[in-house]
């Protein structure tokens, strides 16, 4: 294996053996979930991503993003799909908003596509694009439902890609013009608002291993992305605090609970090195904790990129963190210097999802706890679900191992809630079946099942499960 694939390796969200011996776990039943075991106040909601259902691709003025050009390279995504038609939510949200209502759900997180708004990422204003999220977000409130917006999920404008992207130090700028743009253009009906969407996947995937757009690879562009992305990450939360009144300002962390293989030194060291990489390097800097650089001394290297003012201004106090987790990591040292720590694959019994994660609910709770030992005002669960490979029979999803998943999931997050944890939301990853990134269609991660070819569609077994459970 050579280094690139083993960073690649490394990195890769789904470079786990896929598991034919599946041990399903049997559901608890003895212990049924209740909606108001969470507290009345708890958010519940489903969490999408602009490249991922929107589509339209190119209509109204909409400029490229770095997604539009990966997708067009054949061979960058697996099963060669993309996103231009996606699940066509760009013109069907109304549909698809009356039946979120339908399934109970109360909360709808979204994001801006940065290049439908910006086409060239700065400047000139797109008044189709501001006009559609006009027409999305109030149609959520006519229903009842409560818009979350998430200002950057991945699809960078081209043109500002072209300019060096999160490496580049502009990127502060671009990215505040932006966050004040849609701030004010929506802040008086939107009060819930996310900044980033997991630094740590897109700069890691994006200009590391460059498995994802916009294909960038190499220490000095990763390193300069982190730092951007977290001065943009506190600059957000500053801008969107100062335009929106009683907002609630948040910004998301992809985490995952890291376990030693084995019980050495090396081992447990190997799993604090991964455990910085996966879960610490992004929030500590915004808590005011500066980067951890003791467990990891190669990002002391992060250093040539920061300025004096750097330091106060990596500082922002949220009103949430987004914790995402879908699987714990179990980690053993690696021999290449480079690397940090290697991944074990799950044991040939584990029951893993489509994308080769292991299921692993005692990692949400573990992974909860560790983020709650952080002085956060509130912890949200933004993001978390499985892709299992679903079948539509006779116009039904019977999907049991979804709804298994997600009631074990949710029993540790109610566990951890119980164990002092302030967690007030849940968000199901994902609403209807999306484009999954350089997976293509395959992994079908919704509640609700889509028809790529003709765009019907059809509520899962767990879509009606979450309707019971939220009615
Ligand atoms: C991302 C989503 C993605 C999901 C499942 C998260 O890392 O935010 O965009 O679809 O995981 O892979």
């Known amino acids: ?68 050009r990966f997708t067009n390279k054949p061979g960058n995504v697996k099963d060669n799909t993309h996103g231009k038609v996606a699940t066509d939510f760009y013109n069907r949200y109304p549909d698809d908003l009356q039946l979120l209502k339908s399934l109970n759900f109360d909360n709808f997180r979204f994001s801006f596509s940065w290049p439908r708004i910006l086409p060239n990422g700065t400047g000139q204003i797109n008044e189709k694009g501001i006009d559609f999220y006009n027409r999305m977000i109030d149609a959520s409130l006519e229903l009842g439902i409560e818009p979350w917006a998430m200002l950057y999920h991945w699809d960078l404008p081209q043109k500002l890609e072209d300019q060096g992207g999160w490496s580049n130090r502009d990127m ?27 630094p740590a996947s897109f700069t890691t995937l994006g200009y590391l291993s460059g498995m994802h757009a916009p ?27 100062n335009n929106v009144k009683n907002s609630h300002v948040g910004t998301s962390f992809s985490c ?12 447990h060291r190997a ?18 904790m500066g980067y951890p650089y003791r467990e990891l001394p190669f990002l002391k290297k992060i250093d040539k990129y920061i300025f004096p003012e ?64 952080y002085n956060v005002k509130e912890l949200i669960i933004s993001e978390n679900g499985a892709a299992f490979p679903d079948t539509l029979v006779n116009g039904r999803v019977n999907d049991q191992q979804r709804i298994s998943y997600f009631k074990r999931y949710l029993h540790n997050v109610l566990r951890a809630k119980k164990d002092g944890a302030n967690v007030t939301g849940y968000f199901a990853w994902t609403f209807v079946d999306n484009f999954e990134w350089d997976e293509g269609n395959r992994p079908r991660f919704g509640i609700v099942y889509n028809d790529f070819d003709t765009q019907e569609r059809t509520v899962k077994d767990s879509g009606l499960w979450f309707r019971d459970l939220l009615g």
Not at 39 to 62: L, S
Not at 178 to 197: E, P, T
Request: glycine share 6%.
């Open 310 to 373: 750097d330091h106060e201004n990596l500082k922002f106090e949220f009103d949430f963190i987004g914790v995402q987790s879908y699987f714990r990591v179990i980690s053993k040292p690696s021999l290449l210097p480079l690397i940090w720590a290697n991944r074990v694959k799950p044991h040939r019994t584990a029951e893993v999802t489509e994308m080769g994660w292991e299921v692993s609910p005692d990692g949400m709770y573990d992974i909860i706890m560790q983020f709650s030992k």
């Open 271 to 288: 799993s604090q090195r991964l455990d910085v990489m996966l879960n610490r390097l992004f929030i500590e800097p915004s808590l005011g």
């Open 1 to 68: 294996m050579n280094k690139l694939s083993f960073l690649r390796y490394l990195t890769s969200s789904s470079s786990f053996g896929r598991n034919k011996n599946v041990n399903l776990e049997p559901v608890v039943d003895s212990n049924e979930l209740r909606k108001t075991d969470f507290g009345n106040d708890f958010y519940w909601g489903v969490a999408t991503a602009a490249y991922q259902i929107e589509g339209a691709w190119n209509q109204h003025g909409k400029g490229e993003s770095v997604w539009d």
């Open 256 to 267: 995952a609970f890291t376990e030693p293989q084995k019980k050495s030194a090396r081992h």
């Open 215 to 241: 294909q960038q690879s190499g220490i000095a562009k990763f390193l300069s992305s982190v730092h951007h992305a977290c001065l943009c990450q506190a600059a957000g939360g500053r801008i969107i605090r």
């Open 172 to 198: 502060i700028g671009w990215f505040s013009e932006y966050a004040d743009l849609c701030s004010r253009k929506f802040g008086d009906r939107i009060r819930h608002w996310m900044v980033l969407n997991e």
